[in-house]
């Protein structure tokens, strides 16, 4: 992890420029083919859930803008981000589930495979609990609302 030098930092402007909005992301939506990958999946016994956010973490560390985080008073750059995703647990029951990454892909299956049975068994929220808990993480800077969704910060 390092800190980014806000002094000569080539992002510099942009940051300062989005940090001001109340929710300073985007988001971007592409469709993409999976008429090879899906059946590859399920036929070779992998978690389709699992594939992707291993993919989408891949790429997250792979582009360093990706791994930079906003922190109370400094702005990071991590070597490696791990990814946290919402898991249902029951019906009305989720919970957040963090997946440690690692470029191996049959390792990070398997661990991940893992963790969310874990979590699965011994966690969840209902939206009673969730709702205060997700404005206490706004407040705090963790995660920031956009629209109908959260991002971590």
Request: aromatic share 14%; hydrophobic share 40%; proline share 5%.
């Amino acid at each position: 992890m390092r800190t980014i030098d806000m002094l000569t930092w080539s992002r510099r402007d942009h940051f300062k420029f989005f940090n001001s909005f109340d929710h300073p992301h985007f988001g971007l939506c592409a469709n993409v083919d999976l008429t090879h990958f899906h059946p590859y999946l399920k036929q070779n016994g992998i978690s389709f859930s699992v594939a992707v956010v291993y993919m989408i973490a891949r790429t997250a560390n792979a582009i360093p803008e990706f791994r930079v985080r906003i922190r109370p008073g400094a702005v990071i750059e991590h070597e490696l981000v791990h990814p946290s995703y919402t898991l249902l647990i029951k019906e009305d029951l989720f919970s957040f589930c963090t997946l440690e990454f690692t470029e191996n892909f049959p390792v990070f299956a398997r661990k991940a495979v893992d963790q969310i049975a874990y979590v699965k068994e011994h966690y969840g929220l209902t939206r009673k609990y969730a709702i205060p808990l997700l404005e206490y993480l706004d407040r705090e800077r963790i995660t920031r609302r956009m629209g109908e969704h959260r991002v971590l910060l």
